[in-house]
Every structure is written in C-alpha cells, then in structure tokens.
C-alpha cells in the first residue's frame, strides 16, 4: 500500500507564507508526477500545481508568481512553497500522487491522494 502525509498547513496573515511537504510511503516502484490540489466546502477540487518525474511544472493561473512547487526524489516528497498569501487561497490542500506500487515488480499505476490540510489566510 502507498499512503500520502501533508503537513504544513495552518493560519497566516495575508501576505505572509507557508510551505507545505507531501510524504508518500509504502511499496512505492515508481513516482510519476506528484502535485497539489485544493478544494472548499461546496466547491470541486481545484489544481493548483503539479510537477512531473522529469521536473516540469504546471500552475494554475491563480497562483503563479506567488507559490513554488518541488519535489525530492530521494525522500518521495514534495513541497508547495506558497508567498504573498490571500484570503482567497484559504482552502483544504491535498497532496496528489500518479505512483506505480510495487517492491521489485510493478503493480501498476494508481493515484494516491492525501488526507489534506487546511491552510486559512485571514485579511
């Protein structure tokens, strides 16, 4: 089994900042793309970043120039480094994983999603 932890998340003031991390852990053979989404109560989730194997990136128009996506191979996590925070970002994260489960076959490609956390900007 795979399992995704974010930690991170809590109460900033607008304009301030914080930095999320996503572990995954478990039989993991490969990492594909790893990434962030966020959603609100009523709302669908939302991409806000994601970024591939190779280290490309894709952010949603919101957030560009304000938060920062990476990813350590080494230790199966990746970070959202979020600047110049807004009451609009305010919003449960959620970590994303496209990750092939397996020790020494692979088992086949899964999403794997964390259990979120909730990053509130305040004005």
């Known amino acids: 089994q795979v399992q995704l932890v974010e930690s991170g998340g809590g109460l900033v003031q607008a304009g301030g900042s914080l930095r999320l991390s996503c572990a995954a852990s478990?039989?993991?053979?490969?990492?594909?793309?790893m990434g962030w989404y966020r959603q609100a109560p009523g709302k669908q989730r939302e991409l806000v970043a994601t970024?591939?194997?190779?280290?490309?990136?894709n952010y949603a128009d919101s957030v560009k120039g304000r938060f920062t996506i990476s990813r350590d191979h080494a230790k199966n996590t990746v970070y959202l480094q979020m600047n110049s925070l807004k009451p609009g970002d305010t919003d449960v994260y959620y970590c994303?994983?496209?990750?092939?489960?397996?020790?020494?076959?692979?088992?086949?490609?899964?999403?794997?999603w964390g259990p979120g956390t909730l990053v509130t900007v305040s004005s």
């Open positions: 994303h994983g496209a990750i092939v489960a397996g020790i020494s076959t692979a088992l086949g490609l899964q999403d794997e």
């Open positions: 478990g039989s993991i053979f490969s990492i594909h793309s």
């Open positions: 970024i591939t194997k190779g280290g490309s990136t």
